[in-house]
């Protein structure tokens, strides 16, 4: 054996392995950060070090703080997350890593075709099935050939919950498995209808369990993940309430409920979201006197409203990071919605790509493998007090309203996540929450596929948005009409490449094209550096004006240069800059 292999790797001449480095400390990181800051003009020499922690943070919608950077320091203060298995069922319901149910969702009305494409998903890596709205009579024909032993079926039926439940259980075997839907507060935050609570109590002597408690409506009306998690709650409290009055003990009555929430594209969010609710729910089985229970079942559904119509492709990577978050975050089941599903009923290629997006994070991935993975995680770990103590506040608020369906015919609901949205769609305008092929980097030059159209949605009752509908108006209303802006730009390519990128990006969200120094505009837009503006930027207004431009832009932070009538800018309220666009060039909204 040589000197080299008994003594190990050697050590090229002059490389310091990183053991040899000393460790740095939060104090240093701090002056580190403050000097790119001061670089960037975020900050200046008066700047505190301390500061870096508010110029780098961001706030979520609950209001929570989200540092740019956590430390042990940050959960010194945080109760225990006990052992996975165990109350408070933090880090899962279960004690050992265990995949996630692939669940798939079926709306087709063609019986048989829903019935074809259950029978190639069973087949082919999904593990239960979600029927959405398919009509009592119809459900005997979508599920011949499904072993209901095997494959768990989970009704969501509406108004016809108890008879589409009559005939599933009327179906041949005994040992069936799922979940009958059954979630009349749900159903009136969809369409408006009043809740019958009593349903619950009709259903209770089900061998299946009965009641799902959706969360979906309120995050698809806007509302933030504590608001999604408090309303859960509460609703989950209703249903509690009313299977004790039926009769069914606290411990049955837990036994009844599933809960589904959204994943959405916020990986840490969802991850912590999932973790602070079965928090929530194992406190309130704890108050029920049976806190063994209290592990909260979950089916997590990639999120409806951060999908788009436009570069429907960009959709496999947000049901992607979705799935992937919802898996880390300890859900039961996962429903990836197919990457078309804006544009109307799913195919069977997109269909197949939305369940082996769970089995490539399963089998492949490994995601599965460990119980828990973010458990421990300074940052997640934070997150996910408090976003837990975020949603009991909401929770308390509701029951103090009188509970769940008073808070709901109240306006109390409606009027939280209204308030919720209303913030939402301003960052989204000013594409500070920017949507990846739609208000950012649009393709004027996609071909979409077509789907045939899938059934409208129940309404009435709370709005249903999509993070990408005020955008995605503008592209459908600039559809084919050749509508263009004029960039006038100043200087070598060098000096105004990147402003007139910046502008082109800006205007091409409105199905707008734009042009270099296009002939007769309407609407042109100066693009140049900032010296160029100071030496021409007026005197190109001018002429511009003169040459009869209706509305002249200028790529760049306000300035106040005469005859330009407004500015482009990062974080400047795009909506309003395209809707005036569509306005000077006559476009008109469908």
């Known amino acids: 054996m040589t000197e080299a292999v008994r003594s190990g790797p050697q050590e090229p001449d002059g490389l310091r392995l990183g053991a040899d480095f000393t460790g740095g400390d939060l104090e240093q990181w701090q002056k580190l950060a403050l000097g790119v800051l001061r670089k960037a003009g975020t900050a200046d020499d008066g700047t505190p070090p301390e500061a870096v922690r508010e110029l780098l943070g961001s706030v979520t919608y609950d209001g929570i703080a989200v540092a740019p950077l956590f430390t042990a320091a940050d959960t010194a203060a945080l109760p225990a997350v006990g052992w996975p298995g165990q109350t408070p069922f933090i880090r899962g319901g279960s004690a050992g890593p265990r995949a996630w149910d692939v669940r798939q969702r079926h709306a087709d009305p063609d019986a048989k075709a829903t019935r074809e494409a259950i029978l190639t998903d069973l087949e082919n890596g999904a593990t239960s099935i979600w029927l959405d709205g398919i009509a009592p009579g119809s459900i005997p024909e979508v599920l011949d050939g499904v072993y209901l032993d095997l494959a768990p079926v989970v009704l969501d039926c509406g108004a016809d919950t108890e008879a589409a439940a009559a005939v599933f259980l009327g179906l041949p075997g005994e040992d069936k498995r799922g979940n009958l839907g059954a979630d009349p507060l749900g159903w009136q935050a969809k369409t408006g209808h009043p809740a019958d609570l009593g349903m619950l109590g009709r259903l209770a002597k089900s061998p299946v369990p009965v009641a799902t408690v959706d969360a ?191 808070a709901l015919d109240s306006g109390l609901v409606a009027d939280r996540v209204a308030a919720t949205w209303q913030r939402r769609a301003e960052r989204i305008a000013h594409r500070l929450d920017p949507i990846t092929g739609v208000s950012e980097f649009a393709s004027l030059e996609e071909r979409r596929p077509t789907r ?112 330009v009538d407004d500015y482009l800018y990062t974080g400047c309220d795009a909506l309003a800059v395209l809707r005036r666009t569509h306005s000077d060039l006559g476009l008109v909204a469908p």
């Open 216 to 406: 979906t409506p309120y995050h698809e009306a806007g509302g933030s993940d504590a608001e999604e998690l408090g309303f859960a709650a509460a609703t989950g409290v209703a249903y509690l309430r009313a299977f004790v009055d039926a009769g069914l003990s606290a411990g049955m009555a837990l036994r009844q409920l599933e809960f589904r929430y959204a994943a959405g594209g916020d990986q840490f969010a969802t991850i912590a979201k999932l973790r602070a609710a079965r928090r929530i729910w194992a406190r309130i089985a704890t108050v029920c006197d049976v806190p063994h229970l209290g592990a909260q079942v979950q089916h997590a559904v990639t999120s409806a409203a951060m999908m788009t119509a436009r570069d429907p492709w960009v959709n496999l990577l947000r049901t992607t990071v979705a799935c992937f978050a919802a898996g880390v975050g300890g859900a039961d089941a996962v429903t990836v919605l197919p990457f078309d599903a804006r544009l109307g009923l799913p195919d069977g290629f997109s269909r197949r790509i939305a369940r082996n997006t769970s089995t490539l994070l399963v089998e492949e991935a490994g995601v599965a493998r460990v119980v828990d993975p973010a458990g421990g995680s300074w940052f997640v770990e934070s997150l996910t007090d408090a976003l837990a103590h975020a949603a009991w506040d909401v929770f308390t608020e509701v029951e103090r309203a009188g509970g769940m369906r008073a």
């Open 452 to 563: 045939s159209p899938a059934p409208p949605p129940p309404t009435g009752g709370l709005p249903r948005h999509r993070y990408a509908e005020a955008f995605e108006t503008l592209r459908d209303a600039a559809e084919g009409t050749g509508a263009t802006v004029s960039l006038v730009t100043l200087g070598p390519v060098a000096a105004h490449t990147a402003r007139a990128s910046f502008a082109a990006n800006l205007f091409a969200a409105g199905g707008i094209r734009t042009v270099h120094n296009g002939p007769d505009p309407v609407v042109a837009c100066i693009c140049g550096s900032d010296r160029s503006y100071a030496e021409e930027a007026e005197e190109t207004a001018r002429r511009l004006k003169a040459e009869g431009v209706w509305t002249v832009w200028l790529a760049g932070k306000p300035a106040g240069y005469a005859h």
